[in-house]
T-cell receptor, first 109, second 114 residues
Framework: RKEVEQDPGPFNVPEGATVAFNCTYSNSASQSFFWYRQDCRKEPKLLMSVYSSGNEDGRFTAQLNRASQYISLLIRDSKLSDSATYLC??????????FGQGTELSVKP | SQTIHQWPATLVQPVGSPLSLECTVEGTSNPNLYWYRQAAGRGLQLLFYSVGIGQISSEVPQNLSASRPQDRQFILSSKKLLLSDSGFYLCAFTRLSPSSYEQYFGPGTRLTVT
């Protein structure tokens, strides 16, 4: 079983749609969780950290379910510029990040 | 503000040639530094990390090595490149946020071994 698993997609959605990405992790001792965004041939960029109580940043909402070892990212009112690969990331040992394979999102006009 | 630089941006090297990739960080002291590789169509793989000058931990056995000669400088090297070393090499540093250690990546070096 992979340490961090994501649906690779691609998710093809129209502008304005709401899209949700899911991620599961295998290490119950994992301490920190993140979503990164990676554009084609670019470095990953931190989108948001995921807190136990859930957190929201504009159109983006992240949720963490420790009991189920499950993380989600919700994007509302999708924009063309949201097209990218979204990486679920887990910190198991104070800075050693484990990356999921990424979920590809394509937002169409 | 904290920034991270990598060079070169792209590199084409023949099999068996040496490699040296450099990463530097500005605006912070004693950062944790990381080298990752992303092969085409695959996820990021942690290669090395360093918590201080001269302190290197290797995550994956390979023909690569890393060094940290200065506090904010991290170097990835190889004596003889293999075809399988091709990929996108990313350097990252850690910044402590209110509740976790967040990692920020440099722009990367795209290496093609021919």
């Amino acid at each position: 079983r992979k340490e961090v698993e994501q649906d690779p997609g691609p998710f093809n959605v129209p502008e304005g749609a709401t899209v949700a990405f899911n991620c599961t992790y295998s290490n119950s001792a994992s301490q920190s969780f993140f979503w990164y965004r990676q554009d084609c041939r670019k470095e990953p960029k931190l989108l948001m950290s995921v807190y136990s109580s859930g957190n929201e940043d504009g159109r983006f909402t992240a949720q963490l379910n420790r009991a189920s070892q499950y993380i989600s990212l919700l994007i509302r009112d999708s924009k063309l510029s949201d097209s990218a690969t979204y990486l679920c990331v887990v910190d198991n040992q104070g800075g050693k990040l484990i990356f999921g394979q990424g979920t590809e999102l394509s937002v169409k006009p | 503000s904290q920034t991270i630089h990598q060079w070169p941006a792209t590199l084409v090297q023949p099999v068996g040639s040496p490699l040296s990739l450099e990463c530097t960080v500005e605006g912070t002291s004693n950062p944790n530094l990381y080298w990752y590789r992303q092969a085409a169509g695959r996820g990021l793989q942690l290669l090395f990390y360093s918590v201080g000058i001269g302190q290197i931990s290797s995550e994956v056995p390979q023909n690569l090595s890393a060094s940290r000669p200065q506090d904010r400088q991290f170097i990835l090297s190889s004596k003889k490149l293999l075809l399988s070393d091709s990929g996108f090499y990313l350097c990252a540093f850690t910044r402590l946020s209110p509740s976790s250690y967040e990692q920020y990546f440099g722009p990367g070096t795209r290496l093609t071994v021919t």
